[in-house]
Each structure stands twice: as C-alpha cells, then as structure tokens.
C-alpha cells in the first residue's frame, strides 16, 4: 500500500500537483510508518501560527508588492542615477543598487527583473553597454538583496532555524544584522566589476546637485522607510514583527493616501496578489515543519551526518561540498520551498561541523541568490529571457562573468564566518 502511494505521489509530480500538497503527503506517508497520529501536521501549523514573527512574512510581501505597483522603482532609479550616475560604469552601479534595494523589498528577483530591468535595460544599450554585459548585469542584480533587511528569505530561515530549538539559534533579529556585511560585499564586487568592464565614455553624465536634491525631494517619503526600519532592528527598538507593522502601514499610506498612484478600487486586487504569494509560503512552511517531525524522528539528520562525516571529516571540505550543493538546490528549487525543507536537515550537521547556524544562513541565501540564475535552470535566466525576448543560452553566456565574481564574495562569506557573525553577540 505503501510503494502505491509513493507511486501516486511521484505521478502527481509529474502532473504539475502543488508542492505543498506533494509535501504533505510525504510527511503523512511517514507519520503512517511511524508511531505518531496523522493530527501532528495540525499541531505544526498550529505552533507555526503561535510564531511572533510569522507576521512580519505577510507585512513585508503587502509593503513590497505595492511599492512594485507604484512609481518607487523609477524614483529609486532616479535617485541612484543622480549619486552615481557621474561615476565611470555608474549607470551599472544605478542598476545594480537599485535591483538590491527593490530585491530586499520584494523579497523576489523576478520582479526586479521585471519592474527595474525595464527601465535599466534600454538605459544601458543607450548608454553604449553592449548587449551582453547589458544582460548579465540585468539578470544577475535581479538576486541581489536577499541578504538585506526586510528580504521575505532572511526572515524566513530565522523563523525555520529558530524553531529548531537548536543550541546556538538563529534568530529573525540575528539573521537581519548578520547578512548587512556579506549582501555589502556581494554588491561592492559587482559594482567594481561593472566599473572596470564599462567601456570609456559609457555614461557621461556630469554630477548635477540640482538633480540630486530634485531626485531627493521626489523620493522624499520612500527615503526614510530603509533607514527607520534598519536602524529601529540594529539599535533594538522594536522587533521584526514590529518593523513588518511599520513598513506596510507607511507603504499603504504614502502610496494610496499621500501619492494616490493606487487607486483605492486597485488595491484589494494588489493585496490579493501579495497574499497569493503568502498563502503559497505559509502553506509549504506549515506542511514541511510536519515533514520535519518525521525526518528528525526517524533520524535523518544523524544518518545523513554519519554518511558525510564518515567521508568527510574536515569541517572546510565540508563548507566547499554545502556551496556546490546549495547552488544545484537554488537552481532547482524555488528558495522558500528549498529553505523550509533543507534547513532543518541542515542546521544540525553544520552545527556538528562546528558552524554557527546563523553563518549557514548567509551562506545558504547567498548560494540561492547564484542558484537563480544558474544554468540550465536557473529563475532569472527564464524570467530575462521572457522579458527581454532573448534565447537562454545567450544569457547564459551573459552571466558568466558576474557569476565568478559572486562566486569568490560567497567562498570568502563562507571562510570568514567574522564577515557574518560581526553584529551577533557571541554565545553563552
């Protein structure tokens, strides 16, 4: 009876059924060859639903998709043209911080691509970049920015790895500060690779201070949001659930009251969007804590951990392993789905290594953001491909560049776990 539900579990697959769904029956298949009842998946969503910070998911996902619905993205590119426009190769500077910023808030490269590529895109083909850095830069930015607070990921795995029970944990608040360094870092190289791959001339700009305090004054209400809700987490004046409160109900007012670039009858429309995309992470977290329970009783993580610790005893051999491992999972898996499943599995036998979970969790956003536009599968290279009507291969090619320069921030994020833990106070 069991091999036909494996079966039929592997045929739905097949079919396209819902990974939550496919999910759920995999935890309850194992609850049936165990000793447990099958309401043990109830019991998780509702411990799930007991979560302080679960709120912040669905707060951050409103903010994000309405400022993707109003006119933040051309500010927030008209802002960072005017500070760094004058810059050689500033306009793949503009690209590459903007695609961050907008990344964070969303919490989904597809639409950074879609909403900030298609203003930066024709700018740097004008700007005599050629196509393919044009491209590359383009479709690899789209990533960036998981790594930064308010990012739908990070919050995430701090609420995955938190619920572990683990010693040491890995908090919401610890996984805010630690990932402010790496997601730097990883910016920083693009940019300094843009500036030395730009051709001469490629946006000669000259600095205007009257656009810069023109283009500051337009983004008036958006530019304090980053700066409170960062500062208020870091300094602790109030908690990442806290944070998600104050950022969705200043998003709400500046857009709909203050700007009215939506439209009260829009709107209901806009926060059904964004609760499609909660419901989807809600309903695969709930089901994968119950696969969780199954696996850790059954003794998974320990088996795994033998295995690999039978053929890999040094803790440095292991991290270079997780990277290439972590790379074929975001190229594969989107990371919600890659984040409630693995990081349970994970976190105990990097703790075994001697890895803090939190340096894992820096490590592991930071090989999905390379994952989504690896070949041959890698998100960003379809989502590029539809938006900018160009084959894969040709992005492909596009990316390869950016991809080994994000590749040495990631190797050196993972062998210097200070970069990580610099902000988190050490444990007791």
């Known amino acids: 009876m069991i091999w036909l539900a494996i079966l039929a579990i592997i045929a739905l697959a097949a079919f396209g059924a819902p990974l939550f769904a496919l999910i759920a029956a995999v935890a309850l298949i194992g609850l049936q060859l165990s000793d447990y009842e099958s309401t043990v998946l109830a019991v998780e969503f509702n411990r799930l639903a007991e979560s302080p910070v679960l709120i912040a998911i669905p707060l951050f996902t409103i903010a994000g998709y309405v400022l993707s619905e109003s006119g933040a993205p051309k500010r927030l590119v008209r802002l960072t043209e005017a500070m760094f426009g004058w810059l050689h190769g500033g306009l793949a500077i503009v690209a590459i911080l903007a695609c961050a910023m907008f990344t964070a808030f969303t919490g989904a490269s597809g639409v950074t691509i879609l909403a900030i590529g298609a203003l930066i895109y024709p700018a740097l083909r004008q700007a005599q970049y050629s196509e393919r850095f044009s491209l590359g830069l383009v479709t690899t930015s789209g990533s960036l920015g998981l790594l930064f607070f308010p990012a739908v990921p990070l919050i995430l795995y701090g609420i995955v790895a938190q619920s572990l029970g683990t010693s040491p944990s890995a908090g919401v608040e610890d996984m805010i500060k630690a990932g402010a360094l790496p997601g730097l870092?990883?910016?920083?190289?693009?940019?300094?690779?843009?500036?030395?791959?730009?051709?001469?001339?490629?946006?000669?700009?000259?600095?205007?201070?009257?656009?810069?305090?023109?283009?500051?004054?337009?983004?008036?209400?958006?530019?304090?949001?980053?700066?409170?809700?960062?500062?208020?987490?870091?300094?602790?004046?109030?908690?990442?659930?806290?944070?998600?409160?104050?950022?969705?109900?200043?998003?709400?007012?500046?857009?709909?009251?203050?700007?009215?670039?939506?439209?009260?009858?829009?709107?209901?429309?806009?926060?059904?969007?964004?609760?499609?995309?909660?419901?989807?992470?809600?309903?695969?977290?709930?089901?994968?804590?119950?696969?969780?329970?199954?696996?850790?009783?059954?003794?998974?993580p320990e088996q795994i951990f033998g295995f690999v610790n039978t053929h890999i005893g040094n803790k440095w051999a292991f991290l270079l392993l997780l990277n290439g491992f972590l790379i074929i999972l975001g190229m594969l898996l989107d990371i919600f789905s890659a984040t409630v499943i693995m990081v349970p599995i994970l976190v105990p036998i990097a703790i075994s290594y001697g890895i803090h979970p939190v340096h894992l969790g820096i490590i592991f956003l930071a090989n999905m953001q390379l994952g989504y536009f690896t070949p041959p599968v890698g998100m960003n290279l379809f989502i590029a491909s539809f938006r900018f009507k160009t084959p894969v291969l040709v992005l492909t090619r596009a990316c390869v560049p950016f991809f080994f320069v994000l590749l040495a921030c990631v190797l050196l994020i993972t062998y210097w776990p200070g970069l990580s833990l610099w902000f988190i106070p050490p444990s007791p």
């Not at 690779?193 to 000259?206: L, N, W």
């Not at 980053?226 to 806290?242: D, H, K, R, Y």
């Open 185 to 300: 870092l990883m910016v920083s190289a693009l940019a300094a690779y843009s500036m030395y791959a730009a051709p001469k001339r490629a946006h000669d700009v000259p600095f205007s201070a009257a656009e810069l305090r023109a283009a500051l004054w337009d983004a008036r209400y958006e530019l304090p949001l980053p700066f409170i809700v960062l500062g208020g987490v870091f300094l602790g004046t109030f908690a990442a659930s806290e944070a998600a409160a104050i950022t969705a109900a200043y998003v709400l007012i500046i857009t709909v009251v203050i700007r009215r670039e939506i439209p009260l009858q829009r709107l209901p429309a806009v926060l059904r969007e964004a609760m499609e995309l909660v419901g989807a992470i809600l309903l695969i977290l709930g089901v994968s804590l119950g696969l969780t329970y199954v696996l850790i009783d059954a003794g998974v």
